[in-house]
């Protein structure tokens, strides 16, 4: 018997997107914000993801922001950026 796999697929124009665990969404973004070694928008994060062909288990504004409220990752309103920046502290 087959057992059904925890993470979801769903095609968004014409190309299938598999949701992660929120596991796995943690360690994406939180690579994606290393990588980036700089404040990321939303929408940066969001394109990062998309590349990958993957998506959060949440609307990526609101994962990152229960991020935010967990301590996880850092996140204020960035006026010049028109919207939320996302980082992660680094240790000195």
Do not use: Y
């Not at 796995?24 to 062909?53: D, F, H, Q």
């Not at 994962?63 to 409220?69: D, G, K, M, Y």
């Amino acid at each position: 018997m087959k057992h059904a796999s925890k993470n979801k697929s769903e095609r968004r124009e014409g190309v299938c997107v598999r949701s992660l665990s929120e596991e796995e969404a943690i360690k994406l973004i939180l690579s994606i914000l290393k990588a980036a070694g700089k404040p990321l928008t939303t929408k940066e994060i969001e394109e990062e993801t998309r590349k990958r062909l993957v998506q959060c288990p949440d609307k990526t504004p609101v994962f990152l922001n229960r991020l935010r409220l967990k301590g996880i990752v850092k996140g204020q309103l960035s006026p010049e950026r028109r919207g939320w920046i996302w980082w992660i502290e680094t240790k000195s």
